[in-house]
């Protein structure tokens, strides 16, 4: 159990004590999440790797370690698959099966994902997590030109990344609209979420007494997924395990376009420009897709009466899931229309969010029935998300607003020990300590610019 460290007070001396101690205490946990070859988001609840975790670990870790963090991303692009797909979990197989469920027997996917390209010498799961990926190469290129250069950092990465986009771009478009769908609740990121309710409902769980959850040994039961939701999780990966993960054969009894899903997808692609350049080649092909992705989600996810963009779900075709922050993700859109942004800012300024009144951005709509403050991602603040919705304030001329939300986000990380998630209201710590992500997005708020500036 990590202590609880004071909050820093605003005054300039203080700031300057705080972020040393919070560069040691990042640098800290990051090291000792480290494996050899990638970095787990947690010793015990997450103790392999994670796809979106990986992703935005690689964005910090390159404030700290540019080399370490090109391996990151290397060593979980290493378990992609011949389809494209970059698997969500990657097996560490010296970690024991019963150390995390559903461990590496259930994915199967050596056996059951052979004939969809899963490598065979490698476990992985079969879903897959947002494409933050080209977005993080990127930013760990930047982090240290002369090094990625030096180790063909970008060369390298270049063709893997645009195969999994155009995996996403091609098996994933299931409702034909230019979007990427998920067909899992983990596929998002934001597992237990409100917006996925009314799709779940019509999943019938698999029996409880089929599975063993190991994520309670580690975790407090009120902060996690129900019994239930882990009923229909596993029931949802089992089918399309059964369906050999082949997106064209499965039957997708959950299938849905989520906005942070594809903003980030649009986010990368753009990103997939810059390194396409980089590496020799053209860049124009990225640019078209950004565009007509851009295009895709303003037409088929955007409401404008909410002020917010909607999950849609393709079995029945409704705008589904109220206000997530998953809707406000979009701002880190670059192109998105103006009046666009200046809505979705309202609306995290406004009584549903309260941005800037509770801490970071809470993971659903505070005035709602659903919200949950403690409960994983039905309410509870998260760092990635406060980190996209920063990087998007910044990027549409919301300054002042990123810059309060990057202090607090500095402090909360401080002061929780670097807590998987917080309560809105008291900040307090909920989940795990010691979240890879936490401080390693904690590391890149710290960096600063040569004039200063905080880096976008
Ligand atoms: C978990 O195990 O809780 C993850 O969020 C799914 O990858």
Known sequence: MTA?????LRSPGREVDRDAALRRAAARVLLSNWTGAATVPSRTLYPHQWSWDSAFIAIGLARLAPRRAQRELETLLGAQWRDGRVPHIVFNPSVPLDAYFPSPDFWRSSGAGAASGAPADI?????VQPPVHALA?????LADPAESRRRGFLRRMYPRLAAWHRYLAAS????GGGLAAVVHPWEPGLDNSPVWDAALARVEPAAPESFRRADLDHSSAADRPTDLDYGRY???AADYRDHGYDDARAPHAFALEDPCFNALFIASEHALAEIAAAAGADPAPH??????????LVERLWDPAAGIFLARDLTTGEAVGGHSVAGLVPLIVPGLPEAVARSLIATAQGERFGLGRVHLVPSYDLTAPEYDGNRYWRGPSWFNTAWLVHRGLRQHGAAPAADALREQALDDALRTGFAEYV???????RGIRRFSWTAALALDLLHRTPQGEPAR
């Open 4 to 8: 609880v460290l004071e909050p820093a």
């Open 123 to 127: 476990e992985t799961s079969g879903i």
């Open 137 to 141: 190469a990127w930013q760990v290129h």
């Open 172 to 175: 994933r478009d299931l409702g």
């Open 234 to 236: 596993v029931r949802l």
């Open 287 to 296: 640019r078209r897709k950004a565009a007509e992705a851009t295009a895709a």
């Open 423 to 429: 309560e809105p209201h008291s900040g307090q710590g």
